[in-house]
């Protein structure tokens, strides 16, 4: 579990580039002056992006450079890299990490910081349901009918 959650955090540092770099591309190739502009549609863009460098690398080698590093890859039922639509559901059910949080920000009128607090314990209890599962596996895993496995060094 250590090691996947470090892998994450890693994740998250790599992806700010991608994000960053996609975010710039779109912000260069629409004009736009300001965060409003056109907010929606970047959205989506960054979305887009991020499931292609996912999907793409789960597929071709079941790894990330995070994964790489923490010696994890990720598989489908027969033990392969899982196939585009198995590495796309996963990428989307990936999503529930953050969503449902977020998605009750304008429902229930919260303040950024209630929501901020409310998106930490959403991810404890998130990350602790793993303890309970079949093969210590993440709900996301569990829908796309992948897993997580430690590679040996």
Do not use: C
């Not at 996963?90 to 969503?99: G, V």
């Not at 930490?120 to 997580?148: E, K, M, N």
């Amino acid at each position: 579990m250590r090691r996947r959650l470090a892998a994450l955090l890693y994740e998250s540092v790599l992806l700010f580039g991608v994000i960053f770099v996609a975010g710039l591309a779109f912000s260069l190739v629409l004009q736009q002056r300001n965060g409003y502009t056109h907010h929606r549609l970047m959205a989506a863009w960054i979305a887009l992006v991020a499931g292609v460098y996912f999907v793409g690398l789960w597929h071709r080698g079941g790894q990330t450079l995070p994964m790489k590093t923490w010696r994890l890859r990720v598989v489908g039922p027969d033990g392969a890299p899982p196939s585009v639509a198995r590495a796309t559901l996963r990428y989307l059910a990936a999503w529930l990490w953050f969503l449902p949080p977020l998605a009750l920000h304008p429902l229930l009128n919260l303040t950024v910081p209630h929501t901020l607090v409310l998106e930490a314990v959403w991810f404890v209890v998130w990350t602790a349901s793993a303890r309970f599962a079949p093969g210590r596996q993440f709900l996301h895993d569990r829908i796309a009918g992948t897993r997580i496995v430690a590679v040996p060094r």
